[in-house]
């Protein structure tokens, strides 16, 4: 596997939004590793989003979820989709 990095993999110029879009698109998995931090970055939320909706659209599992292990899945404190997906797929702790 090849793993995009932001620094060597995105296009200098370029909106954020759409390199992490492209990115999501010609990957075969998006890994996303929960954290306080995640939750709070902007950036990495719209990854998050774009994510669940890639794997809705070609009905396939693609996105893969590591939780930090201090991570708490709480409603209260998580976005609906993020909860949700939570919920109802695997992840690794």
């Known amino acids: ?18 390199n992490i879009v492209d990115a999501i698109c010609f990957s075969k998995r998006v ?21 669940l909706q890639r794997n809705m659209e070609k009905n396939k599992e693609r996105l893969i979820v590591l939780l930090n292990k201090s991570f708490e899945v709480d409603k209260k404190k998580l976005p609906r989709h993020m909860f ?6 695997t992840y690794i702790e």
């Open 1 to 18: 596997y090849k793993v995009c990095h932001p620094d060597k993999d995105f296009i200098v110029g370029r909106l954020v939004e759409e």
């Open 31 to 51: 890994v996303c590793f929960l954290t306080q931090n995640f939750l709070n970055s902007p950036f990495c939320m719209f990854e998050f989003e774009k994510s």
């Open 84 to 89: 949700n997906f939570l919920k109802t797929h």
